[in-house]
């Protein structure tokens, strides 16, 4: 027979609710009442931009696209005839010296099998 396995004892979590402003302090006072303190993050939420400013440059589509086609294991020869979107485009793409623009990055998504917002 299998020995039984200890449970392991989870210290803390944190939770995060979406829903009617007016029942805010009601859901606050209902969870406090269970042991649970309320923690603020300051804006709540930030654009990834700002948290990573290192990676926000005018080279990150580019970057994007040549990891995408790298992950597919697809050289630019081949997504070119893919796409119908010539090899030198795309090393400029990639180089950051073209924009990918809307309709390539369409085009790109499909071929890549990613959501095209990526790219832009």
Same mark, same amino acid.
């Given at each position: 027979?299998? $020995?039984p396995?200890? %449970?392991?004892?989870?210290?803390n979590?944190?939770?995060?609710?979406?829903?009617?402003? %007016?029942?805010?302090?009601?859901?606050?006072?209902?969870? %406090?009442?269970?042991g649970?303190? $309320?923690?603020?993050?300051?804006?709540?939420?930030?654009?990834?931009?700002?948290?990573?400013?290192?990676?926000?440059?005018?080279?990150?589509?580019?970057?994007?696209?040549?990891?995408?086609?790298?992950k597919?294991?697809?050289?630019?020869?081949k997504?070119? $005839?893919?796409?119908?979107?010539?090899?030198?485009?795309?090393?400029?793409?990639?180089?950051?010296?073209?924009?990918?623009?809307?309709?390539?990055?369409?085009?790109?998504?499909?071929?890549?099998?990613?959501d095209?917002?990526?790219?832009?």
């Amino acid at each position: 027979m299998p $020995e039984p396995m200890r %449970k392991r004892h989870i210290r803390n979590i944190e939770l995060r609710f979406s829903g009617p402003v %007016k029942h805010k302090k009601k859901a606050v006072n209902a969870l %406090k009442s269970l042991g649970f303190t $309320e923690v603020s993050f300051p804006g709540d939420a930030i654009p990834w931009r700002a948290a990573f400013p290192e990676y926000a440059d005018e080279q990150l589509p580019g970057r994007i696209l040549a990891g995408a086609r790298g992950k597919e294991g697809i050289s630019q020869v081949k997504l070119a $005839e893919m796409t119908g979107i010539p090899q030198r485009h795309i090393s400029e793409m990639e180089n950051g010296k073209r924009p990918i623009g809307k309709k390539n990055a369409k085009i790109f998504a499909k071929a890549l099998n990613t959501d095209y917002r990526i790219f832009l």
